[in-house]
C-alpha cells in the first residue's frame, strides 16, 4: 500500500519523533487520557509502533504496517494485521477503539468510523486524535506535506470534517480538547483547553448509544 510503504521503511524513523518532540508528545498523551473512559477491552485502529496505546493501557491494536507492528510488539501491543475499512475483528466486541493520527492515511474515513462503530459495544467510546487542518500548525503542514516522509499522501481534516463522519457513522455525545498552540513544532504551547479551533492537536470523544 502507498500510504503504509513510508513507515514499513521509516518505522524507527517515526518512532524516534516522540523522543525528538517529547513536549508535544507528552501534551498528546495528557489530552486523550482526560478523555479515557473506564474500560475492560480497548483496541487501537492504526495501533502504529504503541506509542498511544501502550501510556494509555491498551493492550491490543490493529496495523497493516509490519515494521510499525514489530515496533509495538515489543511494548508489549497484540498486533492484529488489517486496515481500519475492514477490522478483522467481531462485532460489538469492544468498549473503547482508538485512533490516532490515522484517519488522515485511511482510504475511506466513514467507512473507517462504521466498522469502529460495528465493533463496539453499545455504549462503548471513539476516541480520535488528529492535527486539525484550519489550525495554524495544521496549515503549516498542509503547506509543507509535499516534502514530509510521513505526510505526503496524507489527507487533513478540520475538526468539523471528522465530527460529521462520526455522526454519519452513527456516533453522538462528542467532546473535545485540543492542544499545541503555534505554527511549528519548535515554537508550541502544549496548555490543554476544552473545545476546537486554535490548538493542533485534537481529542474527541463520542459515543455509541
Known amino acids: 500500500m502507498a500510504k503504509t510503504a513510508p513507515f514499513d521503511r521509516l ?14 508528545y507528552r501534551a498528546e498523551i495528557k489530552a486523550l487520557k482526560r478523555l479515557l473512559p473506564p474500560f475492560e477491552n480497548g483496541v487501537e ?10 501510556p494509555l ?10 515494521k510499525m507492528a514489530k515496533i ?16 478483522p475483528l467481531p462485532d460489538s466486541s469492544y468498549d473503547l477503539a482508538l485512533m490516532v493520527t490515522t484517519i488522515c492515511f485511511v482510504d475511506d474515513p466513514l467507512q473507517s468510523l462504521r466498522e469502529i462503530y460495528r465493533i463496539l459495544r453499545t455504549g462503548g467510546t471513539v476516541i480520535l486524535g488528529f492535527v486539525d487542518a484550519a489550525t495554524p500548525l495544521g496549515r503549516n503542514y ?6 514530509s516522509r510521513f505526510y505526503k499522501e496524507a ?6 470534517e471528522v465530527l460529521e463522519l462520526l455522526k454519519k457513522a452513527g456516533f453522538s ?21 476544552e473545545g476546537y479551533g486554535e ?10 448509544k
Open 45 to 54: 485502529i492504526g495501533v502504529g509502533t504503541g506509542r498511544f496505546a501502550e
Open 72 to 87: 509495538a510488539k515489543k511494548r508489549g501491543i497484540r498486533v492484529i494485521p488489517g486496515v481500519a475499512e475492514k477490522l
Open 173 to 193: 455525545d462528542c467532546r473535545s480538547l485540543q492542544t499545541l498552540y503555534g505554527d511549528d513544532l519548535k515554537h508550541l504551547d502544549t496548555r490543554i483547553e
Open 199 to 208: 490548538g493542533a492537536f485534537v481529542a474527541l470523544r463520542c459515543r455509541k
Open 11 to 24: 518505522s524507527e524513523h517515526y518512532d524516534d519523533w516522540f523522543v525528538e518532540h517529547a513536549d508535544a
Open 57 to 66: 493501557g491498551i493492550k491490543t491494536g490493529v496495523e497493516p504496517s509490519e
Open 142 to 147: 498542509l503547506a509543507h506535506k509535499a516534502q
Open 155 to 160: 489527507r487533513f481534516f478540520t475538526t468539523d
